[in-house]
């Protein structure tokens, strides 16, 4: 026997069916097509006449079918053997039927063969034309090989190159070259594409406490949220673990982005339901936008990682744009984490109390125990900077156990009716020994547990609420009181307040300053939170009031407690005892009358264009609609300028208000918000229109394209009196 037919055999990867029953009937002379090889059942062959129909089929292919030849013989042959498509339904090679109708010979066709037991094989076809004595054309003869096993094998090899197997969607590979092919063609046509970087907060925990298989599951659910949200605006992909990553073609706008990414982190905290239980996870976002972020992919990807890396860092659940800053930011982190870290075992770590006042009477009735950093370099550092970075590894739990053992040691001076308020981190208050901790500093200091409150906020809902349940009970058996910290900035879901958890509900900072402006819709928020607050029992306190008229409204709503500046400050423990010895259980409110919009004080210089000339000027402060410098001297009330705050960053305004040498602008186009307190314009100068201006593209790095060097090629003659800016 001819060794190609042991071959063809061998790559049918399945045992040769002996031959059996009668040979079928065909219309064609068996003799000139088979040979031995079709008496032993072995090959597979097959012809057609000239109109395409199938005029035979050998033995074999019969057998492989699970069909009667007259059922096959006579159907057109595109009806039996049909075209495959790719995943993407997308041609894989030329149609057969166009291969017939050009009578081109078939090689290596492959086509899809559904068999009489409704499966369907994939055979690998050889043929060509047949031509009679007078050239006519009679039709097609060929063989076929079944390829099935291998077939199957190669597919999902290329659907796994391209498709994250878990979620069907986009995988590393493909998003990675999908970035690629966008940038370098959006780079010719000038669009840009913003890349968007996906972590999801506590997915960890729900794989640890509720296993792998519900952790798929979730991963599965994140993935149908997201697609439905991105939908038509771009696509959505799994980088892997708990990365997703989200690829918007002509999207630069960061006001539609914030937007987009503020909806992702939404609808991804909503509980989820997994095999009849309940689990919350939040999302944090990174945003990097090409060109103004990075050209290539792989600078794009990195600026949006260090976007991501800082939305983590800020609180979890939050959106962050790429910044030059970021940049320094994150190797400033890394350098805290080790300064931090020296300051816990040198014990430098203190607190600070703040009073919570019943606005009705003065009295104070608890205080906010608060850490408080004072670095010899940097001066004092911010527990909301410090405190994630501890959060990043066990830090955060000697940290917090140490607050918790000093401040019921302090609390014990105070007079019993005042409580003191320690803030938990979730990750110290989910890890199993807490309740042991609370219990131990507890029984040290001799503090009774009514006079102790634990100040927990939103992010401890994540995971698996049962096991977060369970800790709650078990804290309530202490006796201790609790408080939800930052009511409403987290992930705004209502139900875990009916458990009747809490004790205490601060409505969050955000809600409070400002409230008392025209047309704002946080009075009637507040309004909302109280009446809930006092349905269900608790006590409200507002958090951040600075001004009277913040603090008449939060009154006038019914909050019980008040927290703020308009109190006091946080205090040291012996400013405390020297306040309750003078027996000033007291804090008179004492504040500006009005809120004043919110403004960043920074001390940055930043450029200012005016006419032809390009100015250097400090900036003082910061709000949505205006701002204040000084550096230059003599600009009129009304001199239309344009502020450049870097990176591309220009803010057409007017001088509104001026003194010798310092201006209030006001801006044309008010600026968006951040995602994480700072402000920043919506659109920005791309580097296009820069190139064009003769700054060539490579030599622009990632967010860096200062109208500076415009003007060393700029030199004009400058209408207003330029200080100096180093003094
Ligand atoms: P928090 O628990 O919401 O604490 C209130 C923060 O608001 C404090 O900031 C306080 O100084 C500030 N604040 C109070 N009244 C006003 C006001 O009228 N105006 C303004 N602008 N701010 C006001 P602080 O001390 O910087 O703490 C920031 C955050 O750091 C805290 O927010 C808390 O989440 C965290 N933190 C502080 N101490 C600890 C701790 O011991 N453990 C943990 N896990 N977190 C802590
Ligand atoms: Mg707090
Ligand atoms: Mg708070």
Redesign the pocket.
């Known amino acids: 026997m001819p060794l190609g037919f042991l071959k063809s055999a061998r790559e049918s990867n399945r045992p040769v069916p002996q031959p059996e029953g009668p040979a079928p009937l065909v219309r064609s002379d068996r003799s000139e097509v088979l040979g031995e090889v079709e008496e032993l059942g072995i090959g597979m062959f097959w012809a057609t006449d000239a109109e395409g129909r199938l005029t035979f089929l050998s033995k074999r292919a019969l057998v492989e079918l699970g069909s009667e030849a007259e059922s096959l013989i006579g159907n057109a042959i595109t009806q039996v053997f049909q075209d495959v498509e790719a995943e993407d339904g997308a041609p894989t090679q030329r149609s057969l039927a166009f291969k017939l109708k050009a009578r081109s010979k078939l090689e290596e066709q492959i086509v899809a063969v559904p068999t009489a037991r409704g499966s369907t094989r994939w055979w690998r076809l050889n043929g060509r034309p047949l031509l009679d004595a007078q050239d006519n054309f009679r039709g097609y003869r060929g063989s076929a090989v079944d390829i099935s096993a291998q077939y199957a094998y190669e597919t999902q090899v290329a659907r796994q190159s391209q498709v994250d197997e878990l979620t069907g969607l986009a995988n590393r590979r493909k998003l990675g070259e999908r970035l690629k092919a966008m940038l370098s063609a959006f780079r010719v046509s000038q669009r840009s594409c913003a890349l968007m970087m996906l972590d999801l907060d506590r997915f960890k925990q729900v794989n640890d406490t509720m296993g792998h298989p519900a952790g798929d599951e979730l991963l599965k659910q994140v993935a149908q949220r997201l697609s439905s949200i991105v939908k038509d605006y771009g696509e959505v992909g799994r980088l892997g673990g708990d990365e997703f990553q989200v690829l918007l073609p002509d999207m630069d706008d960061r006001g539609t982005l914030g937007e987009l990414a503020n909806r992702i982190v939404q609808s991804l905290s909503q509980p989820y339901q997994i095999n009849g239980r309940r689990a919350i996870i939040g999302t944090s976002v990174g945003i990097a936008i090409a060109p103004y972020d990075g050209l290539e992919a792989d600078e794009l990807t990195r600026s949006a990682d260090m976007a991501l890396y800082s939305a983590k860092e800020t609180r979890g659940g939050t959106f962050c744009f790429f910044t030059s800053e970021l940049r320094d930011a994150a190797s400033k982190t890394a350098m805290l984490g080790d300064r931090l870290r020296d300051a816990v075992d040198r014990d430098e770590l203190k607190?600070?109390y703040?009073p919570l006042v019943d606005p009705a009477t003065n009295e104070v009735k608890c205080f906010?125990?608060?850490?408080?950093w004072h670095d010899e370099e940097e001066g004092d550092i911010?527990?909301?900077l410090f405190?994630p970075v501890a959060e990043n590894d066990d830090l955060?739990i000697r940290?917090?156990e140490m607050?918790l053992r000093q401040a019921c040691i302090d609390a014990l001076s105070w007079p019993e009716t005042i409580k003191v308020a320690?803030?938990?981190?979730a990750k110290?208050f989910i890890r199993p020994g807490y309740r042991k901790a609370v219990a131990a500093a507890l029984q040290a200091s001799g503090l009774p547990p009514g006079r102790l409150e634990l100040?927990i906020?939103e992010s401890v809902f994540v995971g698996d609420l049962e096991t977060v349940d369970a800790i709650f009970r078990d804290l309530k058996k202490l006796g201790v009181r609790l408080a939800l910290?930052?009511f409403g900035t987290g992930y705004s879901s209502l139900g875990y307040l009916k458990h009747g958890h809490f004790n205490k509900i601060?409505i969050?900072?955000s809600f409070v300053?400002g409230c008392t402006e025209n047309g704002d819709i946080n009075p009637a928020i507040i309004t909302a939170i109280v009446a809930l607050a006092k349905a269900l029992g608790m006590e409200t306190v507002a958090?951040?009031?600075?001004a009277m008229d913040e603090l008449e409204l939060v009154r006038e709503r019914g909050a019980d407690l008040v927290?703020?500046?308009?109190y006091s400050?946080?205090l040291t423990q012996e400013q405390v005892l020297t306040q309750i010895a003078d027996g000033t259980m007291k804090c008179n409110p004492d504040g500006p009358p009005r809120h004043r919009a919110e403004r960043i004080t920074i001390f940055r210089k930043v450029g200012l264009i005016h006419e032809d000339h390009y100015y250097d000027v400090i900036l003082r402060n910061l709000s949505k609609t205006g701002a204040r410098i000084t550096g230059l001297a003599g600009v009129p009330v009304g001199t239309d300028v344009v502020l450049d705050l870097g990176h591309g960053q220009l803010v057409v305004s007017k001088v509104v208000n001026a003194t010798e040498n310092s201006q209030g602008l006001k801006f044309e186009t008010p600026l968006i918000s951040d995602g994480s307190g700072g402000f920043m314009t919506r659109h920005r100068i791309s580097p296009y229109s820069l190139a064009e201006a003769g700054i060539p593209l490579a030599a622009l790095g990632a967010g860096a394209f200062p109208l500076a060097k415009w003007r060393e090629a700029h030199k004009s003659v400058p209408k207003f009196v330029q200080m100096d800016l180093s003094i």
């Open positions: 607190l600070a703040q906010e125990a608060l850490l408080r911010s527990p909301a405190i955060i940290i917090g607050a320690v803030n938990v981190s110290q100040e906020t910290d930052d601060k969050d900072q300053r958090e951040g009031v600075e927290q703020g500046y308009i400050r946080p």
